[in-house]
C-alpha cells in the first residue's frame, strides 16, 4: 500500500523560506521509474504543479516558480523535500505531494498525500 | 503555460451522463496525450481517475471513461450518482517537460 504524507509549518511570513517534507512508503524513489511531485491549490482556485523529482535525480520544475523552488530526495528516508523562497500571501494554499509517473510511464499521479495547508501572513 | 480550459461547472440528474471537456494546445493536450483526470472531493486527497487519455486504475467504476480528438480532451460520467459529486480537474503532460493541470469543473447531481 502507497502512502504519502506532507509536513512543514502552518504559517510562514512573507518573504520568508519554506521548507515542506513529502515521507512516502510503500515504493522507493531509488526504483526505475518512480518521480514524486509536489502540487498545490490555492483557497477556492485551482490545482497547480511545482516541480517533480525522478528516481536518477533528474529534476523539473514549473516554469513561471522555478527560480524559487527546490526539490531533493532521500532515498534512505524515502522522503522528498521542497523549498520555494520569497514567500508570499499569494502561495497561501494546500500542499501536496503525490506519486509520479514519468513519460515513459504514462505521465500521471496515482498516489497522493492528504495535503497541508500553509498560509503566507505576517 | 496557461491552465487548460474546462468548464467551470456542469450538473446532471442521477442516472444522466455529463461529458467534461478539457482544452489545451499542441504542445501538451495536442502532444504527446498524455492526458489523465482527477476527482477531488474538497479537504480529500485528489484521486486519479483516468490516464494516458482513456485507460482507468483499477477500482475506478466503468461509468468514466476518457477521450481526445487534437488538443481537447474529455471525460465521460454515465450513469450520474450522487457520490460522483465532485470537482474535476484534468492534467496534461507538456514538450517543456512538466504538467499543466485544468481550471477545473465542479460537477453536481440534482
Known amino acids: 500500500q502507497v502512502t504519502l504524507r506532507e509536513s512543514g509549518p502552518a504559517l510562514v511570513k512573507p518573504t520568508q523560506t519554506l521548507t515542506l517534507t513529502c515521507t512516502f512508503s510503500?515504493?522507493?524513489?531509488?526504483?526505475?521509474?518512480?518521480?514524486v511531485s509536489w502540487i498545490r491549490q490555492p483557497p477556492g482556485k485551482a490545482l497547480e504543479w511545482l516541480a517533480r523529482?525522478?528516481?536518477?535525480?533528474?529534476?523539473w520544475y514549473s516554469t513561471s516558480l522555478k527560480t524559487r523552488l527546490t526539490i531533493s530526495k532521500d532515498t534512505s528516508k524515502n522522503q522528498v523535500v521542497l523549498t520555494m523562497t520569497n514567500m508570499d500571501p499569494v502561495d497561501t494554499a494546500t500542499y501536496y505531494c503525490a506519486r509520479t509517473r514519468p513519460l515513459s510511464g504514462g505521465s500521471y499521479f496515482d498516489d497522493w498525500g492528504q495535503g497541508t495547508l500553509v498560509t503566507v501572513s505576517s | 503555460q496557461s491552465a487548460l480550459t474546462q468548464p467551470a461547472s456542469m450538473s446532471g440528474s442521477p442516472g444522466q451522463s455529463i461529458t467534461i471537456s478539457c482544452t489545451g494546445t499542441s504542445s501538451d493536450v495536442g502532444s504527446y496525450g498524455l492526458v489523465s483526470w482527477y476527482q477531488h472531493h474538497p479537504g480529500k486527497a485528489p484521486k486519479l481517475m483516468i490516464y494516458e487519455g482513456f485507460k482507468r486504475p483499477s477500482g475506478v467504476s466503468n461509468r468514466f471513461s476518457g477521450s481526445k480528438s487534437g488538443n481537447t480532451a474529455s471525460l465521460t460520467i454515465s450513469g450520474l450518482q450522487a457520490e460522483d459529486e465532485a470537482d474535476y480537474y484534468c492534467?496534461?503532460?507538456?514538450?517543456?517537460?512538466?504538467?499543466?493541470f485544468g481550471t477545473g469543473t465542479k460537477v453536481t447531481v440534482l
Open positions: 492534467c496534461s503532460y507538456t514538450l517543456s517537460n512538466t504538467f499543466v
Open positions: 523529482i525522478d528516481w536518477d535525480n533528474d529534476k
Open positions: 510503500g515504493f522507493s524513489l531509488s526504483t526505475s521509474e518512480m518521480c
